[in-house]
């Protein structure tokens, strides 16, 4: 939630921990909006975890090479069945972001913590 950077800001964090649909040379994978909490982390000096399984590890594999799944546009031109911009907005709607190793404190799975790969 990006509300997460306002917390940050006041200091109500002191860690952040979130998940991860793949690990890769370079970085993660996880839902769209990692990347910036994992951006307002670094920025207000808040270490930023990733928890994930070891299954989650594609070690041959580079995390930029990833392809990121669109989402249809009308999960955002529409709210409760109403349509909330003109027609023809043109929408991008990536369903997943990259979070750089950069940014990561450490990856966190069931055989203990790890350096970002």
């Known amino acids: 939630d990006v509300a997460s950077g306002y917390f940050m800001s006041q200091y109500k964090i002191n860690k ?10 370079g970085g993660v994978v996880n839902k769209i909006g990692s990347l910036m909490v ?3 982390a670094k920025h207000f000096h808040v270490p930023f975890y990733v ?3 070891l299954s989650t590890f594609d070690m041959d594999a580079s995390v930029f090479d990833t392809e990121i799944e669109e989402r ?16 023809g907005t043109e929408v991008i709607n990536p369903a997943f972001d990259i979070v750089p190793k950069e940014l990561i404190t450490g990856i966190i799975t ?5 350096n970002p790969i």
């Open 51 to 53: 928890a994930a399984p």
């Open 16 to 25: 952040v921990v979130n998940g991860a649909d793949r690990i890769a040379k």
């Open 110 to 114: 069931e055989n203990g913590i790890i």
């Open 72 to 87: 249809d546009g009308d999960e955002v031109r529409y709210y409760g069945g109403c349509r909330i911009c003109p027609k």
């Open 38 to 40: 994992a951006l307002a």
